[in-house]
């Protein structure tokens, strides 16, 4: 079992950056891949990116490459989504969440058997 906190979602201007922060703990982690998923109001929850604890390997929602970045650093035991250009349109609730990793990295939030509480991002024009 693993345990998941976010932090760093706040309020920012269209165009500004953000580094959402999870925190995780619980001694299976390293059997874990860890994504990033999000909900706007009235909307269904969407898969961000995701990443191993090991490896190069990352996955990204389409729309999403090039402005998010997901990272980790084990020594932390900590994953990081770093958003750029940020649009009105990626204001939601941002989730961390965990999956057991299988050596293939999983986009359907049915997958993902841990979660957090998330964290506000709202992006203001």
């Known amino acids: 079992q693993v345990q998941l906190v976010e932090s760093g979602g706040g309020l920012v201007q269209v165009g500004g950056s953000l580094r959402l922060s999870c925190a995780v703990s619980?001694?299976?982690?390293?059997?874990?891949?860890m994504g990033w998923f999000r909900q706007a109001p009235g909307k269904e929850r969407d898969f961000v990116a995701a990443i191993p604890w090991s490896g190069g390997d990352t996955l990204y929602e389409d729309s999403m490459k090039g402005r998010f970045t997901i990272s980790r650093d084990n020594a932390k035991i900590t994953v990081y989504l770093q958003m750029n250009s940020l649009k009105p349109e990626d204001t939601a609730v941002y989730y961390c969440a965990a999956t057991i990793y299988g050596g293939h990295l999983e986009s359907l939030e049915k997958e993902y058997d841990y979660w957090g509480h998330g964290t506000q991002v709202t992006v203001s024009s």
């Open positions: 619980g001694r299976t982690y390293p059997a874990y891949a």
